[in-house]
């Protein structure tokens, strides 16, 4: 069973920066993908990131482009999301998902099967 795990949360002024982690276990297949999801209360979860792991992939939603970084520790099995230059609006609960094979528009969530627990974000002065 896939097991993921998010850390690096926390608060942080406008035009901060914050790193987060994702730990995978469980996953018996060597490439896979892994996104960041984020969800600000009342709006829905929208997809952030996405990398290929053990591969050489990544994509970003615009809002991000620029300013997060999505990366990977494939002996980890872990991806990280460097977010710089923060912003009040990317104020959110954010969520690490995989999926084997992507068979969905990589934003959306029914697109993965394995979801971690989120980390929150908060960004304010």
């Known amino acids: 069973q896939v097991h993921l795990v998010e850390s690096g949360g926390g608060s942080v002024q406008p035009g901060g920066a914050l790193r987060l982690s994702c730990a995978a276990s469980?996953?018996?297949?060597?490439?896979?993908?892994m996104a960041w999801f984020r969800q600000a209360p009342g709006k829905e979860r929208e997809g952030v990131a996405l990398i290929y792991m053990n591969g050489d992939f990544t994509n970003y939603d615009d809002s991000v482009k620029g300013r997060f970084t999505i990366s990977q520790d494939n002996a980890k099995n872990t991806a990280y999301l460097q977010m710089n230059n923060l912003k009040p609006e990317d104020t959110a609960t954010y969520y690490c998902?995989?999926?084997?094979?992507?068979?969905?528009?990589?934003?959306?969530?029914?697109?993965?099967?394995?979801w971690g627990q989120g980390t929150e974000v908060t960004v304010s002065s």
């Open positions: 469980g996953i018996t297949y060597t490439k896979f993908y």
């Open positions: 998902a995989t999926t084997q094979f992507l068979r969905e528009l990589w934003t959306r969530p029914v697109a993965y099967r394995d």
